[in-house]
Each structure stands twice: as structure tokens, then as C-alpha cells.
């Protein structure tokens, strides 16, 4: 099969697309092949090894101290089984689709095995591939802060980097749960965001939202520039910061917060549930969350794909089409 591998950690240049064998599956496991896969910040930040302040180390220690220990990265994939181990019952030879390998990665290929019982769920007949692929590493990451900063109908909710893959999906399921949601993002990505469902859009290259005067319940930082110390005038009694990306002193300095304030600062990792791919699939075929689809490259392209992600520039996801679907 073919893959798309990085032996070593650097900019996209470090990929090359190599033949390699196609994987069998275990007892347990499935073998998928995979149509579509996609491109994240998190393949970034792997590739490159550019994380936030504090977690060098740990990444290192995560995925590799001198080159990754998977080469192949993405987290996303949409496709049919292709085989099945003895012991599995849940899927079927031929059956579409999604799923999510988190940490674990390996998507940028054919083909990928996985157990049965991971984060695998079948892809409503509705929904096409690039859809579902894009549901995941956004959508799982939101549900997961939302879900903690015990969000409701009527709050009011900020979401700083609303553009990107997790801040498109924040403002619609926060949307979908009856809150008002402010975005703010470039003045480019204005329509999209209030076509998202969002009430208000600031752009941030003309206004500050932490000097305008208005305060949320929740506060949403996506990107990792709205600290504390930037939101704490922002955020009403009571209110909640939600680090989606944040350094270690950020995430120290939340737990002070937390512990001394009547605010609240949420940070760490993302929990990913196999429920919440089954729901984000129900709100896809009801129309309640569409994942935004920025670019689409072939297999070919991934090494552009990864350019593109790299410049920061993205909307939403990045899809890479990886075989014919026919």
C-alpha cells in the first residue's frame, strides 16, 4: 500500500509517499480502506514538533525522541472494511466507515487496522466520506470543552479562533445547545463564521474583544492567545475559560485561578469518546453540525496539504482524497 511517512521531524518536505505492506488484522481488529483522510494542526504540531511552551519533552517522550515513532500521521479517515479478524462481529466486510486513531495516528495511507472496538462507527448512509472523516478531530475536541465548561441554553459563549477546525465546530454546538455565540476571527473568515450560526463576529485585527467591554460565561480559546490575564475582564462571575491550546504556565496558572477566584480555567487534553463520533454523526444527518471544508488535495498533494495547514492559514479541515471512491 501506499503511505505518506515522515522518518524524521521538519516541515512538510520530510514526507514522501512510499510503498510499504498493507497491514493484516488481528483477531479483533479491522482492516479499513481508507478514501479519505485528512490534514490537522495536530499532524502539524506532531511533524514539526511545535507545541506549546512546556510540553517539548513530552511530546518527544509521546511520539518519538529522535524521529516519530508512527510515521505516518493523520487521525481522521472515512472508507470500507476491507477485512476483518476472526473475532470481530461489530463491522463487515464492505461496510463504510469513520473513524478517529487520536494519538495514535496513521490515517495518511490506504489502509489502517484497527480493533473493533476503538473509535470505529459506521457512516450514515446520508453522510459522504469527507464529511465524516472531518467530523472527528474538531468536532470531538469541542463536544469534550464544552461538555466541562457546562455549557447551556442561554449562555453567553466567545470563541477565539472560530475559523479553524475546532472553533467552527465549537460555534455550532454551542449554537445547536442554545447559546449565543460570539466568533472572532481575520475579517476574511467573517461570513463564514456568522453562516456558522454565530450572533456576533469581531475581527481581530481591528478590535480587541477584551477591551470592548462585553462578558461571556464561557470564553473558548482555540488558538492560544487569550490567556487568563488577557479574559479575565471578559469573563462574567462565575465564568468559565476554556484553554483548548495552552503552555504549562497557562495551565498552572488556570489551576490558581480555579482554586482562588470565582473563575474557572479548563485546560488539557481533550477525553475522546466513541459516543461522540455516534453523536456528531447524528447532528451531520440533521444538519445541525456541518464540518467546514477548506481545501481538498489528492494523495499525490499531501505534501501541499501539509504546506498549506503549516501556514495557518486554513478554514475549517484540509481533506486529502486518498483513493478513488468507486
Not at 39 to 62: C, E, N, Y
Not at 64 to 70: A, F, I, N
Not at 274 to 295: S, Y
Request: with cysteine; hydrophobic share 40%; aromatic share 6%.
Amino acid at each position: 500500500m501506499k503511505a505518506a511517512v515522515a522518518e524524521r521531524y521538519g516541515p512538510p518536505e520530510v514526507l514522501r509517499i512510499k510503498e510499504i505492506a498493507t497491514p493484516t488484522p488481528k483477531d479483533n481488529e479491522i482492516l479499513i480502506r481508507i478514501h479519505v483522510t485528512t490534514v490537522t494542526s495536530a499532524d502539524w504540531r506532531v511533524r514539526s514538533q511545535t507545541v506549546p511552551t512546556g510540553f517539548g519533552l513530552i511530546m518527544r517522550l509521546v511520539f518519538g525522541l529522535r524521529k516519530p515513532r508512527q510515521p505516518i500521521l493523520g487521525s481522521e479517515l472515512a472508507g470500507v472494511v476491507a477485512a476483518i479478524g476472526r473475532d470481530v462481529t461489530r463491522f463487515k466486510v464492505g461496510e463504510r466507515v469513520f473513524a478517529f486513531s487520536d494519538v495514535g495516528m496513521g490515517c495518511q495511507a490506504e489502509y489502517i487496522v484497527l480493533p473493533q472496538d476503538g473509535m470505529v462507527v459506521p457512516t450514515p448512509p446520508e453522510l459522504t466520506d469527507e464529511t465524516a472523516a472531518a467530523l472527528c478531530f474538531g468536532g470531538t475536541t469541542a463536544l469534550d470543552f464544552l461538555r466541562r465548561g457546562k455549557v447551556q441554553r442561554g449562555d453567553k459563549v466567545m470563541v477565539n479562533g472560530a475559523s479553524g477546525a475546532v472553533g467552527t465546530a465549537v460555534v455550532q454546538l454551542a449554537r445547536h445547545v442554545g447559546a449565543e455565540v460570539t466568533g472572532v476571527c481575520s475579517g476574511a473568515n467573517i461570513d463564514l463564521v456568522r453562516s456558522l450560526g454565530a450572533a456576533h463576529v469581531i475581527d481581530y485585527t481591528q478590535a480587541d474583544f477584551s477591551r470592548n467591554g462585553q462578558t461571556y460565561d464561557l470564553i473558548v480559546d482555540t488558538v492560544g492567545t487569550a490567556p487568563f490575564s488577557r479574559c479575565r475582564r471578559s469573563l462574567k462571575d462565575g465564568g468559565r475559560l476554556l484553554l483548548v491550546l495552552a503552555g504549562l504556565p497557562e495551565m498552572l496558572q488556570g489551576l490558581w485561578v480555579s482554586l482562588t477566584s470565582r473563575h474557572t480555567v479548563i485546560a488539557g487534553p481533550a477525553a475522546v469518546k466513541l459516543e461522540d463520533l455516534r453523536h456528531l454523526a447524528t447532528l451531520a444527518e440533521a444538519g445541525e453540525f456541518q464540518p467546514v471544508i477548506d481545501r481538498r488535495y489528492p494523495f499525490e498533494q499531501i505534501v501541499e496539504a501539509h504546506r498549506y495547514v503549516d501556514s495557518g492559514r486554513k478554514k475549517g479541515n484540509v481533506i486529502i482524497s486518498v483513493r478513488n471512491q468507486a
